[in-house]
């Protein structure tokens, strides 16, 4: 009976050692024994040395193409059940100025669903000239104009109420005689640098101030101002220091944050690679790199990225110059915004 009794005694104390052993972390489990912990993870989800992690697929950008147009990520993005109206502000260079153009404009002004309601809602279009910003935007031209710093916009002769330096930028302004509309309505504001001086008023020193300070007053409580931003070439052209055109977005962000409630952020196509011309591929691919980590460590909250880079690489331009694609990129690519806009 002793014997047996030591025996029993024993077993039970390996039994207890083998389950304390199993608890500890990095050891294997028992059968039957609880589940790993969170500080614990399953073997199964555990690298092996010198093994890398798959990159994740961020949730706030999509790769545009013929082949993926992006709009399953718009619907997730900007879901249609959403109450508020949306206003759609596009800001940049020439860029953004041929997606509205000829993209958003002529495909909405072409769907039934969105002119009857525009009509409705007493929606007409309003467009102004490059030259007439203060007028179209009715804010007074500052007294005395400051000259640009040194990592300022423009680097050229700078005149109070000359034109903008984009000579195919003009605004539109979509304006409803009825505001409390429930549909989504478009615009258009150029901007041609991340930071610069050209137009002043009493109130903003830049460009950039100026245009958000307009766009605080187009807020209303029953609408989201959705901002779509691209600019970058008109920076490289001036500038040399990627870190300094960088720093100066991530200022425009902070400027634009007050106004809009969400922004996409679309990357610069490429160009037409030729040597000894002021563009190369090499240098707006890392621009878009280094914008693209500027969002994801700051702004991946209330910016969304749409990347059309690597599909333009062999996009056919429009002949006349290295940079503006055909009318046929910016039709489609205008065709993502137009299928997010919703009646009444």
């Known amino acids: ?68 147009r992006c709009k399953w990520f718009f619907r997730e993005r900007f879901p249609v059940k959403d109450r508020k109206n949306r206003h759609w502000v596009f800001l940049g260079d020439s860029h953004i100025a041929r997606i ?28 102004g000239h490059r030259c007439d910003f203060y007028k179209f935007y009715g804010v007074q031209a500052a007294s005395e104009f400051r000259a640009p710093e040194s990592w300022e916009g423009p680097q050229l002769a700078l005149k109070p109420n000359a034109c903008m330096e984009c000579s195919s930028c003009a605004h539109r302004q979509m304006r409803c005689s009825k505001p409390r509309c429930r549909a989504d309505t478009v615009s258009l504001h150029p901007v041609e640098f991340a930071r610069d001086v050209e137009v002043q008023t009493e109130g903003a ?99 969304t990225i749409v990347d059309p880079f690597d599909a333009t690489l062999a996009w056919p331009h429009n002949g006349t110059d290295a940079i503006h694609l055909d009318s046929a990129f910016y039709e489609r690519l205008g065709d993502l915004f137009v299928g997010a806009l919703r009646p009444l």
């Open 100 to 127: 509205f153009k000829i993209g958003v404009q002529p495909a909405a002004m072409n769907q039934s669903r969105l002119t009857d309601a525009w009509e409705t809602c007493g929606c007409e279009m309003e467009e």
């Open 1 to 68: 009976a002793i014997a047996s009794a030591a025996a029993l005694f024993c077993a039970l104390g390996l039994l207890a050692l083998l389950h304390g052993q199993g608890g500890a972390t990095g050891a294997a489990a028992l059968p039957g024994a609880a589940p790993p912990t969170a500080d614990a993870p399953p073997a199964s989800r555990r690298l092996e040395p010198g093994a890398k992690r798959a990159p994740r697929a961020k949730k706030h950008r999509c790769a545009w193409s013929m082949k993926n």
């Open 205 to 303: 020193t830049t460009t950039q101030e100026t245009t958000a300070n307009f766009l605080k007053t187009q807020k209303r409580a029953e609408s989201a101002l959705v901002c779509v931003l691209s600019v970058g070439l008109h920076d490289m052209k001036h500038f040399k220091s990627l870190d300094l055109i960088v720093n100066n977005l991530r200022w425009f962000f902070g400027v634009l944050r007050p106004a809009c409630d969400h922004l996409v952020w679309l990357h610069v196509p490429a160009v037409v690679d030729h040597p000894g011309w002021d563009f190369h591929n090499g240098p707006i691919r890392r621009y878009n790199r280094a914008v693209e980590d500027m969002i994801s460590g700051s702004a991946s909250s209330w910016t």
